[in-house]
């Protein structure tokens, strides 16, 4: 069953723009290795953080909706984990509401089994 995914991650504001690229297409081919569909990626650009993460005040934001089965989202949370360039991610599973295809999708946080 493929299911819709939200990920939100934030890249370090240090980083050349041909490290950042590197990154964005590093997680994209891990999702399609793994069997994800219709990756879309937005590169928001540079914005001001909330509060300070890693002693950053500035992250580099990239949002990717894609569909996948579910079995792509803790090795690819790991593998961001492990990795340097990522600050801060979050995946949301998002929610069809099948008697209403037009209304706004409800998103609920992906839960890591340990």
Do not use: C, H
Not at 9 to 26: F, G, T
Not at 75 to 89: D, H, K, N, S, T
Request: hydrophobic share 40%; aromatic share 8%; charged share 30%.
């Amino acid at each position: 069953m493929s299911n819709n995914y939200e990920m939100m991650y934030v890249l370090r504001p240090d980083m050349s723009d041909d490290r950042i690229n590197a990154a964005i297409d590093k997680y994209r081919d891990f999702l399609a290795e793994r069997g994800a569909t219709d990756i879309q990626i937005q590169v928001w650009g540079r914005r001001r953080l909330a509060y300070e993460i890693q002693r950053q005040q500035d992250g580099i934001y990239v949002l990717v909706n894609y569909k996948a089965d579910g079995q792509q989202v803790v090795p690819l949370e790991r593998a961001m984990r492990l990795g340097e360039e990522v600050i801060r991610y979050l995946t949301l599973r998002l929610k069809d509401d099948p008697a209403n295809p037009d209304a706004a999708q409800e998103a609920e946080p992906v839960e890591a089994e340990v």
